[in-house]
């Protein structure tokens, strides 16, 4: 399995090597053709107004977002759960996303850059639930679609869903050390993934 992280803004690095540590073969994508080589995709954290001009501009913007509505296992955290979403709250006129997640997110809901915080969560389907979540100009999901299942809340707010082959949380696990979501991503949801495509 080969699993991509989107390289073009925002913590890739940090992405590639949690990936890495679960066993999988990851790499950056930056082009159409990294797109054509990979099994599931990861979106970073960054700027998602940033990110998604910066898909347009290297023209992959309508290729993830059918490959995503495709069936292609897909992990946004932060910014990457904003452009999964199929409605975004807070957005700048003109701000896309690739869709696919039926959610309602809203940007920058638990303040700006200094408002950002750590905190131990419970999150649903890794081994001991508890992880220590980074939360930074995060978005928190404000309507859960049908067949939308909640992962994880922080006092009441839901900040982690997984949906089909799709996860998202507004947290950054990629910068704890603790790879247990990332490892999840790619032992449940890809996996299930692939069986069914099988």
């Not at 590639?16 to 994508?29: E, M, P």
């Not at 954290?45 to 993830?64: H, N, Q």
């Not at 001991?128 to 309507?143: L, S, Y």
């Amino acid at each position: 399995m080969i699993v991509g992280v989107l390289a073009l803004q925002g913590d890739v690095r940090e992405h590639i090597k949690s990936l890495s540590d679960c066993g999988v073969d990851a790499i950056t994508v930056k082009s159409l053709s990294d797109l054509e080589r990979i099994d599931a995709l990861v979106i970073p954290g960054g700027e998602s107004t940033t990110i998604s001009k910066l898909a347009r501009s290297f023209g992959l913007f309508d290729a993830i977002r059918q490959r995503i509505k495709a069936g292609m296992p897909t992990y946004g955290s932060c910014a990457g759960l904003i452009l999964i979403s199929e409605e975004v709250l807070g957005a700048i006129e003109g701000q896309e996303s690739f869709g696919g997640l039926d959610v309602t997110t809203r940007r920058n809901a638990f303040g700006r850059q200094v408002d950002s915080f750590e905190m131990d969560i419970e999150f649903k389907g890794i081994t001991d639930p508890k992880f220590r979540a980074v939360f930074i100009r995060a978005p928190w999901i404000e309507r859960c679609g049908e067949g939308v299942e909640v992962l994880a809340r922080v006092e009441g707010r839901v900040v982690a869903v997984r949906s089909n082959s799709l996860l998202a949380t507004s947290f950054h696990p990629e910068l704890t050390g603790d790879n247990r979501i990332h490892r999840y991503f790619v032992d449940v949801i890809c996996r299930e993934a692939m069986k069914v495509g099988a």
